[in-house]
């Protein structure tokens, strides 16, 4: 569905007033912006959208060495944080808690022994992330919360 003549006008008035100065500002060849840690509200994503800079979320943490879900120019949805990447296995808990195993996964804490922190934050082979989300039937990631702290980002 394409926008109407009075949507088309307005985008073009707003891109000439804003959208044109933010790309210029942001150094005028920006191509994606790459979020990580959480997703970004879907008002801002569509906001750099229509400003022609497409926003890329991710999803990554100390213990899994970098990103675990990215989006791709391909295959991004807004108020995700993308796919599981290559090598990464996601799975929500009974809890709603995000589980996550693959190559990037860290073994454990240094210096834990026995049934400390770092037992303490796996289930078999899947490390207890600490946010709550869910996959839709695509595979795609949404975080909700932090167990503990409240939303994320």
Partial sequence: ???GRLLSLRH????????????????GQLRY?????GRL????????????????DSCGLNETAGPFAAATPERKRPGTVGLPLPGTTVRIAADGEVLVKGIGVFAGYHQDTGAGAGAAAFTGDFFH????????????????????????G
């Fill in 41 to 56: 509200p879907a008002d801002t994503v569509h906001f750099f959208q229509g400003a022609g800079i497409p926003v890329l």
């Fill in 129 to 152: 992330t600490g946010v709550t989300g869910s996959l839709d039937d695509d595979g795609y990631l949404t975080l909700a919360l932090r167990k503990q702290e409240g939303p994320p």
């Fill in 12 to 27: 073009a008035v707003f891109d000439r007033l804003v959208y044109r100065r933010l790309r210029t500002a942001l150094g």
């Fill in 33 to 37: 912006i790459f979020t990580s840690g």
């Fill in 1 to 3: 569905m394409r926008p």
